[in-house]
């Protein structure tokens, strides 16, 4: 199996340039996605998670601190300090943004929204430009009419569907999306969840979806990671992980989404996600959880746990007190 | 029968210019001939999509928009017929928790002048105040360290919390929610409803909230009056309208609500809404 993404001991950090310090939003972070995986990353906000996606689409700020490996397609991207993204930016990896609203012009039709992006990755001219253009809004359920549009003139779910298509005229092998269903209606989320699953199966992109809502992610994709302060508490299938929920920061995150026509009482745990400046190795839930013990003052290692493949959770209780 | 609040055909907008030559006036009507009713102790929610004229029910309420033509009576008095200054008493016995918790707060006030302003405007003495503070506080589930604290220092869920403090310093009898939870993370927008729930039943207040949200709803109202371009399609109880909807848009709501069916058959999980 080829691995469409891979990090080593990834941490990324935004300096604070008045107070010169650090505060570290990934933290010494290891991941695998496989080619054609529609891999999930859920957590809530500071837990690090769009600045990670935001490493593997190239679009980091410049006042960025970078620690560790990060391989796309083996090529290497983030070698500790030194980004070499070219070549992959927009042409392997492309990038849905959260909000379709603000992320087209209003000055330009959507046909120049095209050429523009694939005349800076691709080099194409207006004619290659416009039959890539059609070709991409075919495989989203637009019409060729749209070229001429304007956004304004477009609905949110419209919008939303041009932003995938410009990701997907550039050929990349692997798609990007940050919260790409928190900006539109709820009654329009399921279109576009099924349409980025259909990419994912057809077309065989590879896709990372970022999301606080972990009922969606259930419905597109196959593997997903959930983060929390800037780490990987708990990753497998999304099966195993759902059905079978380990960590205790897991479990309660089902237990608040609320379920539509069942009466259950939400059980949220008191406090709040911890924000980190300073880059401890403590487990990050350990104030919220209700079965820490002593060795939770130490960082757990993400290992093995059930009888599912590839379901890893990082938890002393769950994974035994020895040390790795 | 005790109706605290009553809509009786209710039609609202708002007045645009548009044009830049000639300057052409008119209204845009936002809400077409609503009519509800809340009995008192009620949970009520209105859910409706981006535009569908649900925070304008709100402002109508509250006394901040006049409509074109209905009237809408508090405690059997109608609104906007009334002295500003009837008005204002009236008013006061609302409790009202806005939108965005990130910008609904003065970022320069520190907390406590934040909580206890509706207290202040309606002429309470200062010391009184700093005591009914801290009582709301504790309700909240706020420390007590933050009163000198401004705004920034916040993190979201602690913002909402302030917020809820500031609605319920006055001992309102009606609480009026904009969309309490949809700027918050799953596991402190559980912590919140937990928390307006408990406040509907210590405090004994009318409860009003305004979502797009029906898994939210479900957690927070008694009774839905689900709204679209600007007119009631459906009301009735949660029970009722989730197991029989009426009208087709409130089909297509619950159909497209994503959820995980069913964590121990994950094989259901489908996508059921195909609206575009």
Redesign the interface.
């Known amino acids: 199996m080829v691995l469409a993404v891979r990090a080593s001991g990834i941490s990324i950090g935004y300096i604070d340039e008045e107070e010169e310090y650090i505060v570290w939003a990934v933290r010494r972070v290891d991941l695998a996605i496989e080619e054609g995986d529609a891999f999930c990353l859920v957590g809530?906000?500071g837990s690090g998670k769009t600045t990670f996606a935001n490493a593997i689409a190239g679009i980091l700020p410049p006042h960025v601190v970078t620690r560790g490996k990060l391989y796309i397609f083996d090529r290497l991207a983030i070698d500790e300090s030194t980004w070499n993204f070219n070549g992959l930016r927009g042409r392997v990896v492309s990038y849905i943004p959260q909000n379709p609203g603000t992320s087209l012009s209003p000055f330009l039709t959507i046909e120049e929204h095209f050429y523009h992006v694939l005349r800076d990755t691709l080099r194409y001219d207006r004619e290659k430009s416009r039959r890539a253009a059609i070709e991409a809004l075919l495989k989203v359920?637009l019409d060729r009419g749209v070229l001429e549009d304007y956004p304004h003139e477009l609905s949110g779910?419209?919008q939303q569907r041009v932003l995938i298509a410009i990701a997907l005229a550039s050929n990349a092998k692997i798609i990007v999306a940050d919260e790409p269903t928190s900006a539109i209606?709820?009654?329009?989320?399921?279109?576009v969840?099924?349409l980025l699953?259909k990419l994912n199966r057809e077309y065989r992109v590879t896709l990372l979806i970022v999301t606080?809502?972990?009922?969606?992610t259930?419905?597109v994709c196959n593997r997903l990671a959930v983060m929390l302060a800037g780490k990987i508490v708990e990753t497998g299938r999304?099966?195993s992980v759902?059905?079978n929920p380990q960590h205790p920061y897991t479990k309660?995150?089902?237990?608040?989404?609320?379920?539509?026509?069942v009466k259950k009482?939400?059980?949220?745990?008191?406090g709040?996600?911890i924000q980190v400046v300073e880059d401890k190795a403590i487990c990050p839930f350990r104030e919220r959880c209700p079965r820490a013990i002593d060795k939770c003052v130490e960082e757990p290692p993400l290992k093995p746990v059930g009888d599912e493949e590839s379901h890893y959770v990082k938890c002393w209780i769950l994974t035994g007190g020895e040390s790795e | 029968m005790s109706s605290i609040l009553e809509l009786q055909r209710v039609t609202a907008g708002y007045k645009s210019v548009k044009g830049f030559k000639s300057l052409i006036k008119r209204v845009e009507v936002v809400l077409r001939d609503i009519s509800f009713t809340v009995e008192k102790g009620e949970r009520v929610a209105i859910i409706g999509?981006?535009g569908s004229g649900k925070t304008t029910i709100l402002r109508v309420i509250l006394g901040l928009l006049k409509p074109i033509s209905g009237k809408v009576l508090i405690y059997g008095k109608d609104l906007y017929s009334l002295p500003s200054d009837q008005r204002l008493q009236i008013l006061r016995r609302i409790g009202y928790v806005p939108q965005d918790p990130y910008k609904s707060l003065n970022p320069v006030l520190k907390i406590k002048y934040i909580v206890g302003e509706p207290l202040e405007a309606a002429g309470v003495e200062w010391r009184y105040v700093g005591e009914r503070i801290r009582e709301v506080l504790k309700i909240v589930g706020l420390p007590q360290s933050i009163l000198n604290d401004t705004a920034e220092e916040l993190?979201?869920?602690?913002r909402q919390r302030v917020l809820i403090a500031r609605a319920i310093i006055a001992e309102p009898e009606i609480l009026v929610l904009d969309e309490p939870t949809s700027a918050l993370?799953?596991?402190?927008?559980?912590?919140i409803?937990?928390l307006l729930n408990s406040i509907y039943n210590t405090l004994k207040v009318t409860m009003i909230t305004v979502t797009?949200?029906?898994?939210?709803a479900?957690?927070l109202a008694d009774r839905l009056i689900i709204l679209k371009s600007g007119k009631i399609v459906e009301e009735g109880s949660v029970d009722e309208v989730?197991?029989d909807p009426k009208s087709e848009y409130t089909k297509?709501?619950?159909t497209?609500?994503?959820?995980?069916t069913g964590?121990?058959s994950?094989n259901n999980?489908?996508?059921?809404?195909?609206?575009?």
């Open positions: 809530e906000s359920g779910g419209m209606d709820a009654n329009l989320r399921a279109s969840l099924q699953g606080h809502d972990l009922a969606s259930s419905i999304t099966i759902l059905r309660m995150l089902l237990d608040c989404i609320p379920l539509l026509g009482p939400l059980k949220p745990l008191p709040e996600p | 999509e981006s993190s979201g869920g602690m993370d799953v596991s402190i927008q559980a912590q409803i937990n797009h949200d029906l898994g939210v479900q957690y989730l197991r297509s709501l619950i497209s609500y994503l959820q995980i964590i121990n994950l999980i489908k996508i059921r809404g195909q609206y575009v």
